[in-house]
């Protein structure tokens, strides 16, 4: 509004959607757990592409707090899903580490597989610093599954400032040790919510534009 100087009711809100007749809730995958050996684990997930140009997106920033949620947590396994020229730089870093027992690298993963893992897992994260929307915040919580995301970049828009998922400062390690492990102690929650991210929501707002350009 300040770049174009604009009066504030010449503009609607048109936020990204997704389809919440194919991201729901479904039981667990017994073949998953078999496949990465989740059986009785606490499971962590990312889905993104592992591109140089997007590094924005947090893995450097989970992978060096996984020492830490290890020693919380020793059953935990962090699943990174999605492929790109970055792949062997963090593949590295987790070796560095000492921690490839605990961070398994699933490469690319078709749709089905996707919504699987989201109800494999116990919490989704991508804390980063310049996502610009990101549906698989959206995605996994209509699979059930808690989010954490950033509180630099658009992902606390999308979990409403924090109202349906947990906030970290990818600046700061600590910070999300904490929203992850507030996630994982919170893994019943429903979120009504997310019927503002749906079809019909965002047929209606399309309306009320149209609407308002007939005025």
Request: proline letters at 4%; aromatic letters at 10%.
């Amino acid at each position: 509004l300040k770049w174009l100087k604009v009066h504030e009711d010449k503009f609607s809100w048109m936020p990204n959607l997704i389809d919440l007749e194919v991201y729901k809730k479904r039981p667990k995958s017994l073949y998953i757990e078999k496949k990465y050996r989740l059986q009785n684990k606490k499971v962590l997930l990312t889905i993104s592409r592992l591109s140089k140009a997007e590094r924005y997106k947090g893995h450097d920033q989970l992978i060096s707090v996984m020492p830490r949620l290890i020693s919380l947590y020793p059953n935990i396994r962090y699943l990174i899903a999605g492929d790109g020229d970055d792949r062997k730089r963090l593949e590295y870093r987790v070796a560095e580490l000492g921690i490839e027992e605990y961070v398994m690298f699933l490469g690319y993963v078709s749709h089905e597989e996707k919504l699987d893992l989201y109800s494999a897992s116990d919490v989704f994260v991508m804390v980063g610093t310049g996502e610009g929307f990101g549906l698989v915040y959206l995605e996994s919580l209509a699979c059930g599954t808690p989010v954490v995301g950033s509180i630099l970049d658009a992902s606390k828009e999308v979990l409403l400032d924090g109202k349906i998922g947990e906030l970290a400062d990818p600046r700061d390690l600590e910070s999300i040790v904490k929203a992850v492990t507030n996630a994982l102690n919170n893994l019943t929650r429903e979120y009504p919510e997310l019927i503002e991210f749906s079809w019909p929501k965002y047929f209606a707002r399309i309306k009320s534009a149209y609407k308002k350009l007939l005025l």
